[in-house]
């Protein structure tokens, strides 16, 4: 089966960095993406890793490692606007002519002022 | 120009009705999907059709019964609501040359 781990909840500052992290097991696996989710909106795409490595794209980078199941998330230079839940979802080999997503159950990130 | 929209956004019924919830793409995708995102937002797949046939049928109760007549188009039809299903009910698309799926602005079901 797959599992997926990321933190609940985290508490930023306005103008920081913060690293969210997911950790995920999967028989097969075939891409990890992270989605942002405002309160009562719908999630929109931020990245998406298959290879090891770090993918940047503007404020936001996503970092993956395969051999040890893990990406994580960065957001610099930290906005109110970055308050969201930020959702982690991996697709495996066996889902990749589906694109069945199996998704984390997100980190609510507070930016403060 | 909404590139997936859902209605009624908002859906406010008694336990034992019928309801359903429209989905309808115009991004010229192949595939379609229904979520459910309950109230500790986790966000879990039901359905999903690619080209009007039904592709994944995750562990759902057969009161739920999806509905693609063409594929900008997937409704979902619930029989006799229960409390439990009170959730948000995402629809998203995907295309064969895009990695990334494209979610509806959600339809927030509360049975009374």
């Known amino acids: 089966g797959q599992n997926i781990d990321q933190p609940t909840e985290m508490t930023a500052t306005e103008g920081a960095i913060v690293q969210i992290n997911c950790t995920y097991q999967?028989?097969?696996?075939?891409?990890l993406f992270w989605y942002q989710q405002h309160a009562g909106e719908a999630p929109t795409f931020l990245s998406y890793?298959?290879?090891?490595g770090l993918e940047e794209k503007g404020r936001f980078s996503s970092f993956l490692s395969r051999s040890k199941g893990y990406s994580y998330l960065l957001l610099k230079e930290l906005q109110m606007k970055d308050s969201a839940s930020y959702l982690c979802a991996v697709r495996d080999r066996r889902s990749s002519n589906t694109g069945k997503l199996i998704f984390g159950q997100g980190t609510t990130l507070q930016v403060k002022p | 120009d909404t590139a997936v929209s859902q209605t009624p956004k908002y859906l406010v019924t008694q336990m034992g009705n019928d309801k359903s919830i429209k989905c309808e793409q115009n991004l010229g995708h192949d595939t379609m999907y229904w979520y459910k995102q309950d109230s500790k937002k986790f966000l879990k797949i039901m359905f999903s059709?690619?080209?009007?046939?039904?592709?994944i049928n995750e562990t759902v109760p057969n009161r739920f019964s999806p509905k693609s007549p063409d594929k900008a188009h997937l409704n979902l039809h619930i029989n006799s609501l229960e409390l439990g299903d009170s959730a948000v009910y995402f629809c998203?698309?995907?295309?064969?040359?895009?990695?990334?799926?494209?979610f509806g602005p959600g339809t927030r079901l509360t049975v009374t």
């Open positions: 059709y690619n080209n009007k046939e039904l592709i």
């Open positions: 890793n298959v290879l090891d």
């Open positions: 998203a698309s995907t295309g064969q040359t895009t990695y990334e799926q494209y």
């Open positions: 999967t028989s097969g696996f075939n891409g």
